[in-house]
């Protein structure tokens, strides 16, 4: 069997060869030569040409004239795709369909004649009923015996007296009842049909047509006519319609002033200055003009012609080929103008196709929408966990506080039990005192002749004595109170005077020289008074005890307030013998105490006061020797 001679019959020497020479890049592309030389062995060497085929497509109105153009496009492609013969397809137009006063065909006949004298195309296949009625007419001078397909015409327009045995008829049916019981189904409250057709006398045919068809509903409609205006006024009058009304696009050729309109501009424009929804039964106009409806589909008509040619091409007689005329295919809508005009899908007839259906924000978006609900979701929960989590803090920060305070006050009371022998002798000095003056101002009335101004004196050191002895206790039941943590705007300074009232008489008592040096400038501060006064005088009796424990000669206690920035400072220093270098770190832990009956809480507590007031607290060693403890709390600004 010979083989197809090909670049395929490349040798595996003139590989090796080129191997040897390095060139890889050409031998890798021989090799894929000799590959697909194998592949194709099997096929045979010489395919018959075929000869092509010659087919005159004749249009009605022009290349671009919907809705013929788009069938013809149609049908052009459909013919390419299935022909089994290369095609040379020829295309004419017949121009004088579109002049409302045909002039005379003659040039066009002579024009047509000398291009196909002598070589006839093997198919003619006309575009519309002008061009069918065109090529029936003069078949006998320009195509005698060349087979025809004449589609796209309207069943009505088909002119059967002249079809010979070499015609097929691919017909359609425009059913106009059909498409105007559409626009009643879906917008019911309907009064007045604006019918936008054109002035050529194929559509003046159709005006005649179409208004005989309708009389069964004249008494539901009214129909207005515009095929004697200019195309112009039509879209000036399309944009103020009365409520009710709707577009019917039939055809738009050649307007009443001549004006031709190609392509689907004209449909276009109508549509952009319409208040009203306009309706064809033309697929071609529909897809961003028309609602929809019952149609023509190019599909079929396009099927039914291809048939045809193909058939006929092949050798198949014309007249064994026989068409129904076509109808219209099952109702499309357009989603866009459903909504535009408000029509409720439900008002669709069944079965209705829905096309152009905007994707929702979900559908477009999906992915994204995802991906944002998943990061809501989880920012809610980290929130709402935060919340939660804020809400317990809050809780145990308001029961801390609680058993700091309860903490504190048992701790108070150990203070002042510390404090009471020397209380009991601060307020026996003026009750003693008080007893005394009393029992001299009795003896004194007694006598004949009383010194008055004397008595008054008394009086005055008895009520002085008084004032001293109610100090006292104000001041022990104040430290004592059994008070909620609660924060007040104070004068510090007077916080710490305070203080130092209560613990003054254990100095005394202990010969222990307590002083106090207060701030020259006011100290404001926010904070529990009774807390803060607790944290003085547990450092100034640990202070008292540091020094009595050591028996020091020494024995001072020196209480300072100072205000370093926007900090205020209370310092207690004593000459006790300080705090042991290794004890430093663990004098303010809980329960850390050299003492032998020591609890080792005081410290423990204070900071934790300290701290719940937003302050500090620190303890070291003075050069001189002794301790020296610093509470150091924001000032208010
Ligand atoms: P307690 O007084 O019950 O021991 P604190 O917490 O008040 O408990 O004190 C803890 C320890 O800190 C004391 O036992 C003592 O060793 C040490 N300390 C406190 N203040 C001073 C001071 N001014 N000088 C020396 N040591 C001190």
Not at 313 to 326: A, D, F, T, V
Request: glycine share 6%.
């Amino acid at each position: 069997m010979s083989r197809r001679v090909t670049i395929g019959s490349v040798k595996p020497w003139a590989v090796a060869a080129a191997l040897r020479r390095c060139d890889l890049l050409f031998a890798l592309l021989l090799l894929a030569c000799v590959l697909s030389a194998s592949a194709r062995a099997d096929e045979p060497d010489v395919i018959p040409r075929r000869e092509a085929k010659r087919v005159l497509v004749l249009h009605s109105f022009g290349r671009e004239f919907r809705p013929w153009s788009e069938y013809a496009r149609s049908i052009k492609a459909e013919l390419e795709r299935r022909s089994p013969w290369p095609l040379d397809i020829q295309e004419h137009t017949l121009l004088t369909a579109r002049f409302n006063n045909p002039g005379p065909e003659a040039p066009f006949i002579e024009y047509l004649a000398s291009l196909y004298q002598g070589s006839l195309p093997d198919i003619v296949i006309s575009i519309g009923a002008p061009a069918a009625r065109f090529v029936q007419r003069y078949r006998g001078k320009l195509f005698p015996g060349t087979p025809m397909v004449l589609t796209v015409v309207e069943e009505r327009l088909v002119n059967r007296s002249d079809l010979t045995g070499d015609d097929v008829v691919v017909s359609v049916r425009n059913d106009f009842m059909a498409a105007f019981k559409n626009i009643l189904q879906v917008m019911p409250d309907t009064r007045t049909v604006a019918v936008v057709i054109g002035a050529s006398p194929l559509e003046k045919y159709w005006i005649d047509e179409v208004a005989r068809e309708l009389e069964p509903l004249a008494d539901r409609l009214t129909i207005v006519w515009y095929s004697d205006l200019s195309f112009e006024e039509i879209l000036k009058r399309a944009a103020k319609l009365p409520p009710h009304t709707v577009l019917f696009w039939g055809l738009m050729s050649v307007d009443a002033a001549g004006i031709v309109h190609e392509g689907d501009i004209a449909l276009r424009s109508l549509h952009a200055v319409a208040n009203a929804p306009i309706f064809s039964y033309q697929e071609p106009f529909f897809g961003g003009s028309t609602v929809g409806g019952p149609m023509h589909s190019t599909a079929e008509t396009t099927q039914k012609t291809v048939d045809a040619a193909i058939r006929i091409l092949g050798g198949e007689r014309p007249s064994s080929i026989k068409y129904q005329p076509i109808g219209f295919a099952p109702p499309k809508y357009d989603w866009r103008e459903l909504q535009r005009w408000g029509i409720s899908e439900s008002n669709l007839p069944a079965g209705s196709e829905i096309l152009f259906r905007e994707p929702t924000m979900w559908e477009s978006y999906r992915w994204q929408m995802l991906l944002i609900t998943a990061i809501i979701l989880v920012q809610a929960g980290l929130i709402s966990g935060l919340l939660h989590e804020r809400r317990r803090r809050q809780i145990a920060e308001v029961e801390s506080r609680q058993r700091l305070a309860e903490l504190a006050h048992a701790n108070r009371y150990s203070a002042v039990g510390e404090l009471t022998t020397s209380i009991a002798h601060e307020l026996n000095q003026p009750l003693g005192s008080i007893l005394t003056n009393t029992e001299t101002a009795e003896l004194m009335l007694k006598g004949a002749s009383p010194d008055l101004d004397e008595i008054g004196q008394i009086l005055a050191d008895i009520k002085r004595d008084d004032q001293r002895a109610s100090e006292v206790i104000r001041r022990l039941r104040s430290v004592l109170r059994k008070s909620p943590f609660e924060v007040q705007n104070l004068e510090l300074n007077g916080t710490v005077w305070e203080a130092i009232g209560l613990a003054a008489a254990v100095a005394d008592g202990r010969r222990i020289t307590l002083s106090y040096v207060p701030a020259i400038s006011d100290l404001p501060v926010k904070g529990d008074p009774v807390q803060l006064q607790q944290v003085i005088l547990n450092l100034i009796i640990n202070a008292m005890d540091a020094i009595s424990d050591a028996d020091m000669k020494k024995r001072e206690v020196s209480v300072t307030t100072y205000r370093a920035g926007n900090q205020a400072e209370i310092r207690i220093a004593d000459t006790g013998p300080g705090i042991a270098a290794g004890d430093l770190a663990n004098v303010f832990n809980p329960f850390f105490t050299t003492k032998p009956e020591g609890m080792g809480m005081g410290l423990a507590i204070a900071k934790t006061i300290v701290e719940a007031h937003h302050g500090t607290m620190a303890a070291e060693n003075l050069p001189a020797g002794g301790a020296l403890f610093t509470v150091r709390l924001p000032i208010m600004r």
